[in-house]
């Protein structure tokens, strides 16, 4: 029983180990993307995608518009796990 | 010079795939890559109609081939391969065979120069696929199978009905470019809308598709959506309604991948969003967006069979494909996590990816035309694409809790597919010209230069960079157990209750009407024996006798009257 808590907060340690490393990568990526984009010349499809760092704010915050709507979503299209499959008797799987 | 077989390619297949309820176990899957071996061989034919057939005055192309069937043909044969190998640990014959002949049907459906060969393989997709939904032997699966199969068949009917009527109009049945206008052309332009999963005509695909077995949903997710894709390529390039349908595709699936629990409908959700962007690269129309489109078709085939593949190995092992009741496995099962993380990366467009060098193509079509708000949609989408498939699917399932899973052997079969699909997701990432060089129209030229790359990894870190603030935040949702409502719910829910409402008013109308028919009826037949129990004069005939040969005179009489009338 020890020895299973041991394990587990081992694991959640290499997780949040994991978790930084990712943040990390994303940070450094960024920052060196930050230089690109101050010493090089990058063009758009249309105007508007020339402005400074135009790709990397609009995925910000589509990425956070994306989760918050489907947060906000929850509310009118989630339903309970067998809401088909208590009407429909696919409760029964084999 | 290619092999003659007199046969369609796919035809050999499905010929193959009825021979492998008779073989032995061990060798259906040997037979079912050599079925697959000789239908390929036909990938060298040369252009021109190949296979014609006379059938009731009409001439079936049953074996077109030119520049747009080559790369369709090509990964329809690579996508069954794959679905072999991924289930060579699968005894089921049945599923086999419905994998086999599917494939064979697909293959067969590109390469149909007429609509009525069309027809046939199309439909011929749809009751091979119901079978795999089939093969999962669950009561859900075979729910699911018989609505699918109403979806699929209803697709099949306005597609032969268009045909009828395109034929009636312009007396031909050629399988050519079409402009929407008549109600030939809009028959058959919801015929593939419907296997498009254009937007409302979505929900078979995210109902049915998690429904099949591990190994099921591998095959399904490579076919019917991309000969859908294949067809409206064919039939309606450069139709601007398509830019609009196919936006809408792309954005709205990402809201309800966020919030859906079962990873498999989230990789159905994305399915849907990748096929909106080939939608919209049909529906611009132009050499680039089409080779475009046929380019992403092609590399998502093999990124989502990937993803398909992890999960379903994933759940093969934990009996689970819920993200509530998955995470942790990234040190049972780390050959797996890295296929899943290449899948993923793939589809997200990360430069090296396959999906990178596809996805340019669509962009930069987009790009300078009027259509500025479907650029920015699809630029919107693919953050979406990165939340869903890029972050939840991995994150979700191999990483976010701790798990003391014990997990038993992956078969070699799975492991060897989600490798070789993985390699060939940075191959052409690497190596796009290989991919190139088979499109369909112009030349292409190298998609890594500065702005993309440098464009598309802000897009993508950033988004990356959103996800970590969400998380360290807490404002990113938890994963519950739940249903997420979708377009089907209009006919599993609401045209059922409908139905029944409208039943409860008119049953009862019906019943009294049915009543008063019986009683007067009832009332008429005691007249008449009565009379003729009682005749005016003569001798007495047996009623019902006399009531017979009464009305046999009314009816002789009043049929000769409306003759000479």
Known sequence: ?94 | MIPDFGLPPGLLMIIGAGLIPFLPANLRHIWMLLAIACSATTLTAPYGDHVIWAVMGMELSLFHVDNLTFPFSLIFHIAAVLTVIYSWHVKSWAEQTAVLSYAGAAIAAVHAGDLISLFIWWEATAITSVFIILAADTVSARHAAMRYLIIQVSSGVLLIGGAALYFHEYGRITFESMTLGSVATWFIFIAFGIKAAFPFLNGWLQDAYPEASVTGTVALSAFTTKLAIYALARGFPGTELLIWIGAVMTAFPVFFAVIENDLRRVLSFSLNNQLGFMVVAIGIGTPLALNGAVAHAFVHIIYKSLLFMSVGTVMFHTGTAKASELGGLYKQMPFTMICCIIGAMSISAFPLFSGFVAKSLTMSALGGTEFILAYFVLLFASAGVLEHSGIKIPFFTFFAHPSDRIIGKTPNGMLIAMGIAAVMCIGIGVFPQLLYQILPYAKVKNPYDLSHVTGQLQLLLLAGLAFVVLMRTGLYPPEIKSTVLNSDWFYRRLAPSIISSVLAIIMPIVKAVDDLIISVAKTIMRGAKWVSEHPVSGPVIPGPAALVQVIVLVVIVAAIYANLG
């Open chain 1, 1 to 94: 029983m020890k020895n299973n808590d041991i394990n587990k907060k081992v694991e959640i340690m290499t997780l949040e180990r994991f978790g930084r490393a990712f943040t990390f990568v994303v940070v450094i990526g960024i920052v060196i993307l930050l230089v690109i984009e101050i010493f090089a010349h990058r063009h758009g499809e249309f105007a508007v995608e020339d402005m400074f760092f135009f790709p990397g704010i609009f995925g910000f915050i589509a990425f956070i518009f994306v989760v918050m709507a489907g947060t906000l979503l929850r509310r009118f299209i989630m339903r309970d796990e067998d809401y088909y499959s208590k009407r429909e008797g696919a409760n029964d799987d084999t």
